[in-house]
């Protein structure tokens, strides 16, 4: 009886893990409930978004926007996962449809995570070596010959293939600061700033500056190189007319 009564206040373990467990059984019931409370999108709705076409380029900035675009497609629409990679599948045309095809059918299930699509897409049109390739054109990218906004334009294309080196908007700025004609840079440099809008801006303000005042410079130097012409013009016509009296005034004198 003693043992009884000590154990009486005490928690079976084994209660306890069933009570856990049907906790949470409970708990993901609710959580599946809510998901299916959700209306599937229909594939009519996501095409009326106008996602974009992909026939496949060896370009992988084109394979790489493509991505993006859909992606942006599907948060527009509300896409659930589960339906992702069927609704883009059928943006894929030509060869890219063709190799999509032959892919597909080596593909183990009947859903493709878009995930796995996306692996298996990059591994296509934008392989490692490629990546390589535009992470060391992003890495010596100088502005040289370009100007401020064609420059900030190569760069902002390549950024995106290497956001481990632009993660935040101060890194940003201080790559593409580096970047710039070493005269600019140095001017740009003495605002110390942080933000990559104002660092643009900024570089743009003083190039066009720099631009305007050796406009007025090579204006004035073409003034002094040219001679002022302050003959007074010289009537042809009269000094033809008079050519007759000449030759009769000469012929006279003989």
Do not use: H
């Not at 809510?34 to 084109?62: C, M, N, Y």
């Not at 589960?82 to 063709?98: G, H, I, P, R, V």
């Not at 632009?166 to 605002?191: C, I």
């Amino acid at each position: 009886v003693r043992v009884e009564t000590a154990n009486a206040g005490q928690t079976d373990p084994t209660i306890a893990q069933i009570l856990e467990l049907l906790r949470q059984q409970a708990a993901n019931q609710e959580r599946q409930q809510q998901r299916q409370q959700v209306p599937a999108v229909t594939f009519k709705t996501f095409q009326s978004v106008k996602p974009p076409e992909f026939l496949g380029s060896s370009d992988p900035i084109k394979a790489r926007a493509w991505l993006k675009e859909t992606e942006k497609a599907f948060s527009f629409a509300k896409v659930g996962a589960d339906q992702k990679t069927e609704f883009a599948s059928y943006f894929l045309k030509e060869e890219a449809n063709y190799w999509w095809e032959s892919k597909r059918a080596l593909v183990i299930g009947e859903v493709v995570p878009w995930e796995r699509f996306t692996e298996l897409f990059l591994e296509k049109y934008f392989p490692r070596y490629m990546q390589n390739q535009m992470e060391l054109k992003f890495l010596e990218l100088k502005q040289e010959n370009l100007s401020v906004s064609e420059y900030e334009a190569k760069f902002t294309e390549l950024a995106r293939f290497v956001l481990e080196y632009v993660n935040t908007d101060e890194q940003r700025a201080k790559r593409l600061q580096q970047g710039l004609k070493p005269w600019l840079r140095s001017r740009v440099a003495a605002f110390e700033l942080t933000s990559y809008t104002a660092v643009v801006q900024k570089a743009m303000i003083i190039e066009g500056e720099s631009d305007m005042s050796q406009k007025e410079r090579d204006g004035k130097k073409r003034k002094v190189e040219t001679p002022e012409v302050s003959q007074r013009p010289v009537n042809f016509q009269n000094r033809f007319n008079r050519r007759p009296d000449l030759c009769q005034n000469r012929n006279m004198g003989f």
